[in-house]
């Protein structure tokens, strides 16, 4: 049983930063695909980034492409999501999520390991 586990949300007014961490287990951190999606009320969860186990992949979505970037430290078991110029818009529940085999990295059902989440708020 691998449970990502997120860090780094809180309260930020737009325009501000914030960074996400995410700790999954070592043992098998290195071969994983890790992303971040996140899910605002009433809205289905959504695609944010992804970053290969190297570290030379990256993806993220469109809306968030020039302001966030996602990275990872794999002699700390750690993926972070460094956002910037956040929006109003950005507020959700960010999950950090662990990806073992094959399959998109922006689709939910690709990835094994869900963490609980960690709160954004934005406020304008």
């Known amino acids: 049983q691998v449970q990502p586990v997120e860090s780094g949300g809180g309260l930020v007014q737009a325009g501000g930063s914030l960074r996400l961490s995410c700790a999954a287990s070592?043992?098998?951190?290195?071969?994983?695909?890790m992303g971040w999606f996140r899910q605002a009320p009433g809205k289905e969860r959504e695609f944010v980034a992804a970053?290969?186990?190297?570290?030379?992949?990256?993806y993220s979505v469109d809306s968030v492409k020039d302001r966030f970037t996602i990275s990872r430290d794999n002699a700390k078991n750690t993926v972070y999501l460094q956002m910037n110029s956040l929006k109003s818009e950005d507020t959700a529940v960010y999950y950090c999520?662990?990806?073992?085999?094959?399959?998109?990295?922006?689709?939910?059902?690709?990835?094994?390991?869900w963490g609980r989440g960690t709160q954004v708020t934005v406020s304008s």
């Open positions: 999520a662990a990806k073992i085999v094959g399959g998109a990295p922006a689709k939910v059902s690709s990835y094994d390991y």
């Open positions: 070592g043992r098998t951190f290195i071969t994983r695909t």
């Open positions: 970053v290969t186990w190297s570290g030379s992949s990256t």
